[in-house]
């Protein structure tokens, strides 16, 4: 069995089946590396093949000065840098924007499907249909519902929520 440098000599003088034995030799590693940095599968399998590519297109410029598989995984490496800079990134006030606006959307599916099968709840008055809906959508506190509901029962509130 043929070493690595042995391999590439081979594959600078054309010979094919070197390549396809190095090949064989790194793909599922190169394959597994380049998993580990990516989103998917599917482009794991291209950086890979790319990776190899590049070998290949380029092995006139392995010396052998250092190992050859520390060669090839930096070509990943790179490659996979590379990849993971064209994803879009995201300020965390996106993230929580996001999140917000699907808890909300949640809460509006939740009272639709309640105020379907539990008729009190839309039968409720607006103000007690104003408290439910700030509980579910988490605006308001106990304390905060305590205040609306002593405004109510002073007859301050009717004109504002009502």
């Known amino acids: 069995m043929l070493n690595d440098d042995e391999l590439v000599e081979q594959i600078k003088n054309g010979d094919e089946q070197a390549a396809e034995e190095l090949i064989k030799r790194y793909y599922a590693s190169i394959l597994r590396y380049c998993r580990w940095h990516c989103s998917s599968m599917e482009k794991a399998e291209d950086l890979t093949q790319e990776t190899f590519y590049k070998l290949f297109k380029n092995i006139s410029g392995y010396k052998g ?3 050859f598989k520390a060669y090839l995984y930096t070509i990943a490496n790179r490659l996979c840098i590379d990849e993971s800079r064209k994803v879009p990134v995201y ?3 996106d993230v ?5 606006a699907i808890v909300m959307l949640g809460s509006c599916v939740l009272w639709a499907i309640s105020s379907k099968f539990i008729p009190w709840v839309y039968a409720t008055s607006a103000i007690g249909f104003w408290m439910i809906a700030f509980v579910m959508f988490g605006i308001f506190f106990v304390k905060e519902i305590l205040f609306i509901v002593e405004m109510r029962k002073e007859g301050k509130l009717y004109g504002i929520i009502a």
Do not use: A, D, Q
Request: charge should be positive; avoid cysteine.
């Open 96 to 100: 929580r924007i996001r999140t917000e």
């Open 65 to 67: 000065k250092r190992k």
């Open 91 to 93: 300020s965390l006030e």
